[in-house]
């Protein structure tokens, strides 16, 4: 019986060592970024676009995301920061998706698309994650006769934002 434990022993613990070899590692521990990084300047970003504010709605939902998170402190300027967010807006667009039956959209798709990069501070500038086409989509329903076609679309412009902000966030903390 001994040497039926002794071989059980022996087999959990190479499974064990080949398991912990693999390079598996717990998703969301941030291993990516250096422990030292501790405050985050979120540069507010570019616009490259010929839409009006949409950076400012994304630069406010990346900087309400990391706050939420709680991985770093939001810092008001680079001097104060161990690494640094900056970027642009490089891509906007409206693209109808579905129409009715007289051919009038009533669904439409926002697409933004980014370039981000999560970098150090000062001379060093090591880039600690990166994305020159960060894209994220976000349908919303119109009906063709509102009024208030801007309206509704800087609404969806909010809401991707910050979707787009939850997305870019995990993928920074997760370094995907």
Do not use: H
């Not at 967010?85 to 697409?111: H, K, L, M, S």
């Not at 063709?144 to 903390?173: G, H, M, W, Y």
């Amino acid at each position: 019986m001994s040497m039926k434990k002794t071989l059980l022993s022996g087999a959990l613990g190479a499974l064990l060592l080949a398991l912990t070899g693999c390079g598996y590692a717990l998703v969301g521990r941030s291993a990516n970024i250096p422990v030292d990084v501790k405050a985050v300047y979120l540069q507010p970003l570019t616009n490259q676009t010929q839409r009006q504010q949409v950076e400012q709605s994304l630069t406010q939902a990346i900087a309400t995301e990391l706050v939420t998170r709680q991985r770093f402190a939001l810092v008001g300027s680079e001097t104060q920061a161990n690494a640094e967010i900056v970027g642009a807006v490089t891509g906007f667009t409206v693209t109808p998706v579905t129409f009715d039956q007289t051919g009038r959209a009533n669904e439409y798709e926002i697409a933004i698309t980014a370039q981000i990069t999560f970098k150090r501070t000062g001379t060093e500038g090591k880039v600690i994650w990166r994305s020159d086409r960060y894209t994220f989509r976000e349908n919303y329903p119109l009906d063709p006769t509102a009024a208030n076609f801007v309206d509704l679309e800087n609404e969806t412009i909010d809401k991707a934002s910050k979707r787009f902000a939850q997305t870019l966030v995990t993928d920074l903390l997760e370094g995907f």
